[in-house]
């Protein structure tokens, strides 16, 4: 993991040589880069004897036509070398840089030039801290998706007493880390199944579900900033499409099942967490049917079961089917797991208030091929969506292992 660290020229650049420590210790390796007001702060030998690599202070260290040539497009080499950014201390300058564009100087320069995420630690006097224009300029670097860490309240270097303090370097250093590690699926493929289906009876009605396909959509958006490339098969749902994932709309569960095999040769795992029908309309009407006083009879055949056609051919993709249920959870998850061949199938009671179709929220239980059975706690499905797939990661090396 190589993680650029950029110092600000404030007090607390003092603090950043203990952070570079403290990533070290997690396995990073640190590229310093350090703003010139920093170096009056700190030296930059400091960085350079702790982390054992160069340290960069400007755009143009050095004066030769070679020298200005190469550290000129150094910025671009040090964008795409790092997985991280994490900026420590973040002054009010380098906030209002970054959230304006502005590259004068080879942090700011690189900040631009950097597409991975972007770890920011501001520390400053309480007034400037709480000054509209840094407020501003937050909640613009804040909306671009950049994680802020602190500042914490304390005693400042100033001799107030307020928030402008950095953040524990420990801290910091921990949510660095915690980025990274999710960018743990780059070069998978996941393809998802999301929302209910429709089976038509006529042209204008149809028999579905409950489903709203949040928990679908909230598990593509977590496969996405984990670094997959995902394929999201989504039955009718009013949801917005989540940003970097391939979105096929299909209605009803045939359709459905042909996306799912259309997408299945370059899938590494499959998460079918639709609310699949399980019967549809033997014919179509062709009309709209009309009303008349007699009692009116529906006949229904099974829809293809997409879970078990996936099961039956799966190789060695992981396969995660849901199960929804209204009663005895794990012994119907259990089942399902056994008969359609799934390598875990995520149970959640859709009768309890607050969690299941429709809500924000989910509590779950996984149960496991490996006989194991797991409980999240309640929470909100984006962290449900995390939680799922640190499980069928440790799972599938689990299973490998055993193979
Ligand atoms: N499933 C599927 N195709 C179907 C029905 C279900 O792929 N035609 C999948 C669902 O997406 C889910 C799992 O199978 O991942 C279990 O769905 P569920 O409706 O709970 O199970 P059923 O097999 O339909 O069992 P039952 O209706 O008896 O509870």
Redesign the pocket.
């Known amino acids: 993991m190589n993680v650029v660290l950029g110092v600000g020229g404030g007090i607390a650049a003092y603090k950043a040589a203990e952070l570079a420590r403290a990533l070290m210790r997690r396995g990073c390796t640190v590229n310093t880069v350090m703003t010139g007001s920093a170096t009056e702060f700190i030296q930059p030998l400091t960085f350079a004897a702790l982390t054992g690599r160069k340290v960069i202070t400007g755009l143009f260290d050095g004066h030769s036509p070679e020298a200005v040539l190469a550290s000129s497009v150094e910025h671009i080499g040090v964008a795409q070398e790092n997985d991280v950014l994490v900026v420590a201390p973040a002054t009010a300058d380098l906030l209002a840089k970054f959230a304006h564009g502005l590259a004068d100087d080879f942090l700011s320069t690189l900040y631009l030039a950097f597409t991975g995420p972007v770890v920011l630690a501001p520390a400053m006097n309480t007034n400037m801290w709480e000054h509209a224009a840094t407020r501003t300029n937050l909640a613009t670097l804040r909306d671009r998706g950049h994680r802020i860490i602190g500042p914490d309240s304390g005693d400042l270097a100033c001799g107030t007493v307020g928030p402008g303090r950095l953040a524990e370097v420990e801290a910091i250093a921990d949510a660095a880390v915690a980025i990274l590690r999710k960018q743990d699926l780059s070069g998978e493929t996941v393809v998802l ?1 999301a929302g209910p289906t429709q089976e038509a009876i006529d042209p204008v009605r149809y028999i579905s579900n409950r489903s709203s396909g949040k928990m679908g959509y909230a598990l593509a958006e977590a496969a996405a900033s984990r670094g997959a490339r995902v394929v999201l098969v989504s039955g009718p749902v009013h949801l917005p499409p989540p940003s970097g994932v391939e979105v096929v709309t299909v209605r009803s ?1 045939r359709e459905m ?1 042909d996306a799912v095999m259309a997408n299945l040769e370059p899938a590494t795992i499959l998460i ?7 019967y549809h309309v033997t014919e179509v009407a062709p009309q709209k049917l009309k009303k008349t006083a007699a009692r009116v009879t529906l006949d229904l055949d099974p ?6 056609e996936v099961g039956a051919k799966k190789g060695d993709r992981l396969l995660i ?5 209204t009663q005895n959870l794990v012994a ?1 998850a259990k089942r ?1 797991m056994t008969t ?1 061949n799934a390598d875990m ?1 995520v149970a959640n009671l859709v009768n309890q208030a607050g969690t299941g179709f429709e809500s924000d929220e989910n509590e779950v239980t996984l149960v496991l091929r490996t006989g194991e059975t797991i409980h999240i706690e309640r929470a909100s499905k984006r962290d449900v969506a995390h939680q799922i797939f640190d499980q069928a990661l440790r799972l599938r090396l689990a299973l490998h292992a055993k193979q």
């Open positions: 199944t569960a099942r079918k967490a639709a609310a699949v029908a399980d829809t293809p079961d997409i879970l078990a089917g849901f199960a929804a249920e119907e399902k359609k199938v």
